[in-house]
């Protein structure tokens, strides 16, 4: 059977950090993976997510096990390539077209051109339907 807990702060043993509950549950990451954004795409690590969508060069969804409650979440990540003959390139990340049930995540290189890039993470907050 399952049981609740109710409480209306969270604090340490020694009770000198305590944090309110409505800032655990606000605060917390609704979704998040880490993705590898190149060749056969596959998450490393996830939550919240149910399946990640190929849409093309540098373009997935990332859809959520979950809904969000409306489509006034806030998403946000980075995405990282490295290059055997180039030093490191940073791609910006970033999240469009977004849904109660999904996010598209875009990746692109420095000159903006669409780029499938090998470490993909992306973290959405917001509350839960």
Do not use: C
């Not at 979704?31 to 954004?37: E, H, K, P, V």
């Amino acid at each position: 059977m399952a049981s609740i807990l109710r409480v209306n702060t969270l604090t340490d043993a020694s009770s000198n950090n305590s944090v309110p509950m409505a800032t655990v549950a606000s605060g917390s990451s609704k979704s998040w993976m880490n993705l590898n954004g190149e060749g056969t795409i596959a998450t490393r690590d996830s939550f919240n997510v149910s399946t990640i969508i190929d849409r093309g060069t540098g373009l997935y969804t990332q859809r959520f096990t979950s809904n969000m409650l409306n489509d006034d979440y806030a998403g946000s990540g980075s995405a990282q390539a490295v290059y055997q003959d180039v030093d490191g390139r940073n791609r910006m990340m970033v999240g469009d077209a977004i849904s109660t049930s999904d996010i598209y995540v875009n990746t692109f290189d420095t000159g903006g051109s669409a780029d499938d890039v090998g470490m993909v993470a992306s973290t959405v907050h917001g509350d839960l339907a």
